[in-house]
């Protein structure tokens, strides 16, 4: 059956996805950067209420996927850390400047996160020559390559999802970005394995009290009183729909 992942920021949406029936978790902080490294504490703490596989990203910062040395040194350090809290795989990517996967670097990631199953993120979406990143990420042991298909979002990305997957001799291709309960058919019927959703929704901040006039957000037309949270009931109707096609084959 189609696995569903689900990208979760934090302890309670870790804990929603999965009572939900998500397949697996990508755990991250910081949604309006893509995904950065979670905390210390949330890595321990949903290490201990959440049973279903969970992999979380490393990533230092937001932006281009073309990091320093001292970026690089920090990764390895978290990858490390998750390795010894007992992740079971973990999800990274980078690339140099030219825009091919960085080998030497990657290499380096795949000892030290050696007996974990590394996916490689959208970095890939930003790569010079998907096809030829993919029998590097091949040659490399990754277990995944999460992707949009090189496009905004995954459902315009479907014919080169669908080329990667005929093309993939090992790892396995994930749609990503953009996929939702109202299309999630269109990526099952095109044989796609696995289908990563943030299945999110905007909550209210609980605050009753407003600050006029004061922000904490460089961004002036940022609402900081509502926050992201993974919608239940819709990982959950997510997963009736490749339970559903799953019978039906």
């Not at 093309?167 to 309960?181: C, E, F, H, Y």
């Not at 900081?224 to 039906?248: I, P, Q, T, W």
Request: hydrophobic share 40%; proline share 5%; aromatic share 4%.
């Amino acid at each position: 059956m189609p696995l569903l992942e689900i990208c979760c920021y934090g302890i309670d949406c870790a804990v929603t996805a999965q009572l939900a029936g998500a397949d697996r978790l990508e755990l991250c902080s910081a949604p309006k950067e893509g995904g950065l490294t979670p905390s210390a504490g949330v890595l321990r703490k949903v290490k201990e209420r959440v049973s279903i596989p969970v992999h979380p990203i490393i990533r230092p910062r937001g932006g281009d996927f073309c990091y320093t040395d001292a970026e690089f040194d920090t990764m390895l350090e978290d990858i490390a850390f998750v390795r010894e809290l007992g992740y079971p795989g973990l999800v990274i990517g980078m690339l140099d400047g030219e825009g091919h996967i960085d080998m030497p670097r990657m290499k380096r990631v795949m000892e030290q996160a050696k007996g974990m199953a590394v996916t490689f993120h959208r970095a890939f979406d930003m790569c010079h020559n998907p096809h030829q990143a993919l029998e590097q990420l091949t040659e490399l042991g990754v277990a995944r390559i999460l992707t949009s298909g090189q496009q905004q979002n995954a459902e315009l990305g479907l014919s080169l999802l669908r080329e990667l997957k005929q093309q993939s001799r090992a790892p396995i291709i994930m749609a990503g970005a953009g996929v939702r309960l109202s299309n999630l058919k269109k990526f099952v019927d095109q044989g796609i394995d696995e289908m990563h959703s943030s299945a999110g929704q905007t909550v209210p901040s609980p605050m009753r009290y407003r600050k006029a006039g004061v922000s904490m957000s460089a961004d002036a037309e940022a609402d900081e009183f509502n926050r992201y949270c993974v919608d239940g009931d819709v990982v959950a109707a997510m997963k009736a729909v490749l339970v559903a096609s799953e019978s039906a084959t």
